[in-house]
């Protein structure tokens, strides 16, 4: 069941998840925001970059409204943190996460895309925090991680007055670090797997783990956090190979 909304595909060390429920705007049910964890808990040992991707004209619909109707207070907030999971394990997981977005990609939608490292929207790509409309709230890290992008005066004005962002906006508020045409998200993102794959493990270690704690540290701890970081890092033989490689003319240079 859970294999047909959301398809799984290895290339090489990177692991695509599609979700695959075109006919409901990939709106997530249970179903698949579980598939989702399992699938990174399944593939994590051989994985060096996940892909999250979408079949049909949407990245997502968001929550899917009709398992909401029947919840009381308690079985939302059950609901609510495991999103909360899944949303940490995409964010925290150790693998970079690249998201690529068309079409709706609106409240759980857009949930799952901050939580994941790097985002590239195509041109058909929009916006939308629709919670407001629905009398609900956001309840998968929207609002620890969107404002973090694009400012809570941005988020606030999204779920106040419905506003939707289309794809150049999303882009020039820093909600999506590229842009591309139609169609042609995936490639760029199979590309750019492909070069991410080759980083030094403790270096993508310390960026997905380290750089998100030293922003919520104050700035002595975050001082000491980046030192020992620094210095663990500079101490691998990864390091010191890359480095002897770049000195005796055999690295590739900035940009290459
Ligand atoms: C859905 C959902 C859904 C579509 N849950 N079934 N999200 C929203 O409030 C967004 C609601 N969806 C829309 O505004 C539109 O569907 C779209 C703009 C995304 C796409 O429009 P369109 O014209 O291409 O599709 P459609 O005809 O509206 O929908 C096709 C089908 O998908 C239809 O079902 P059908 O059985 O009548 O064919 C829709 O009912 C169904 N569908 N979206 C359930 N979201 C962790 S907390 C996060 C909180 C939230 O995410 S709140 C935001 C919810």
Redesign the pocket.
């Known amino acids: 069941m859970s294999e047909s909304i959301l398809v799984t595909e290895r290339t090489g060390t990177t692991l695509l998840l599609k979700l695959n429920r075109p006919?409901?705007?990939n709106?997530v049910n249970d179903d698949l925001i579980l598939a989702i964890e399992k699938a990174i808990d399944a593939f994590k040992a051989e994985t060096k970059v996940i892909i999250i991707h979408a079949e049909g004209e949407?990245f997502s619909?968001?929550?899917?409204?009709?398992e909401l109707k029947e919840r009381n207070s308690k079985e939302g907030l059950e609901h609510?943190r495991m999103?909360h999971r899944v949303m940490d394990k995409i964010q925290f997981g150790a693998i970079p996460v690249i998201a690529v977005l068309k079409g709706?990609c609106?409240?759980?939608g857009l949930?799952i895309a901050t939580a994941s490292h790097i985002r590239i929207a195509e041109e058909s790509a929009f916006y939308a925090l629709?919670?407001g409309?629905?009398g609900?709230f956001?309840?998968?890290g929207g609002s620890l991680r969107i404002p973090k992008l694009i400012g809570t005066a941005a988020m606030t004005d999204m779920m106040l007055t419905g506003r939707v962002l289309n794809a150049d906006e999303g882009y020039e508020k820093g909600l999506t670090q590229y842009l591309v045409e139609n169609g042609k998200g995936l490639k760029k993102a199979m590309e750019m797997a492909e070069r991410m794959a080759q980083n030094a493990e403790m270096t993508t270690y310390a960026v997905l783990q380290v750089l998100p704690k030293i922003q919520e540290a104050s700035h002595q701890e975050a001082s000491m956090m980046e030192s020992l970081t620094a210095a663990l890092a500079q101490d691998s033989p990864e390091a010191k190979k890359r480095l002897r490689d770049f000195l005796e003319g055999k690295a590739k240079k900035v940009g290459e």
């Open positions: 006919q409901k705007r709106a949407h619909a968001g929550l899917d409204l009709s609510s999103w709706a609106v409240g759980g949930e629709p919670e409309m629905r609900i956001v309840g998968g």
